[in-house]
């Protein structure tokens, strides 16, 4: 069987391309791409017009199976995923226990099986427990089906103990994952240092913070020469240094959330806990610089970093309220808002959320091209709504956008060319 998508926005983001045209689909992967006459098909789409690009590869999604699942589970997510035209999860290790061993692992890759309707990547944690003093058995985790290691917020304190584990990884050709923090500076914190926290009274971290967690991460992959990503660069402070590191020629690449593009620490109000994240809120100018960082390539991922949390972690007083917002759902028609307002085009967006991510992973998705998985995403980027979060579809419902208007929505999402979601 083959399916034609006819009469398309074709948003490539490899080619920088945002043109109507069609794609024919066989044997789950891209088989056609053109511009003109379209070919014969066993089944049409016709788009109307709407845009068509491929799904969303979303690194750090954090599903609370083992240990958590009254916060998310692999059949919510997975369905949140699949309405928010996210194709790919790549999902953390941070759950209860940590996924630090290859028995646990197969238990995550196995219930994500059954459970899921879009493609599941787990990461296994880099240390055991995550707790920064013995690593991983990184060799036997990556046969299990790791395809990075990260122990997510937990920085690894101890030089000598990050630094044997990234020899390690670099022998293994293993993708290390770092929160690039310093985290003594930043324990505790609720918001970003500045007058805006003094005056909510507020115990705060200053940016540079991420800037001295990110320079000695860069001074250990210069020594060790492993494969590094940084899950959220959100300090206009420590942008410098990541420049550094790729102009020397280190294998260095680094994504930001899409709250921190669009939303600053204004935001925070009277102690609206559902916009405490971690990293916590910056500024303004902070967020300006993200957004021309990712127009020039300099940090190369956006996702969702969603994060779970029930009601009871939340309403609370903002300081002891727990750090996270879900985001599967949200990804999407967030981004739009850079788009609308003429910040980043549709191809730059998704070269962040499809293309660099799935580049970083070595997957072949996140482009529109001949023999590429037909992980596709429909979608409508003019369409208003106003987001309700008691309609998400996750079991958390910790959304910074409530009640706010949005514009983009999903209209369907494939994968390998089969329809795991459609709008009503």
Known sequence: MSTLFTNARLIDPANDSDALGWVRVADGAIAEVGYEAAPKADDVVDCGGKCLAPGIVDIGVKVCEPGERHKESY??????????????????????????????????????????PVNVLPMAALTKGREGR??????????????????????????????????????CGALVIAHPQEPGLSKGAAATAGKFAALRGLPAVSPMAERMGLDRD??????TGAKYHADQITAARALPALERAKKNGLDVTAGTSIHHLTLNELDVADYRTFFKIKPPLRAEDDRLALIDAVKSGL????????????????????????????????????????????????????RAMALNPAKRLGLNSGRLHVGAPADLVLFDADAPFVLDRFKLKSKSKNTPFDGARLQGKVLATYVAGAAVYRRD
Not at 143 to 156: E, I, K, N, S
Request: aromatic share 6%; charged share 25%; hydrophobic share 45%.
């Open 75 to 116: 059949k919510s997510a997975g369905a949140a995923a699949a309405a928010g035209g996210v194709t790919t999860m790549v999902t953390r290790p941070d759950t209860l226990p940590a996924i630090d061993t290859p028995e646990v692992l197969e238990f995550v890759e196995r219930r994500a099986n059954e459970a899921a």
């Open 134 to 171: 013995e690593m991983t058995e990184i060799g036997f985790l990556l046969d299990a089906g790791a395809v990075a290691f990260t122990d997510c917020d937990h920085v690894v304190t101890d030089p000598k103990v990050f630094s044997r584990a990234l020899s390690y990884a670099r022998s």
């Open 218 to 223: 860069m001074a250990l992959v210069e020594m």
């Open 299 to 350: 940090i190369d991922t956006i996702s969702s970093m969603h994060t779970p949390q029930d009601e009871e972690s939340k309403r609370l007083p903002f300081e002891e309220a727990a750090s996270g917002a879900v985001g599967l759902e949200t990804l999407l028609p967030a981004a739009m808002r850079l788009y609308h307002n003429g910040d980043l085009t549709l191809p730059e967006l998704f």
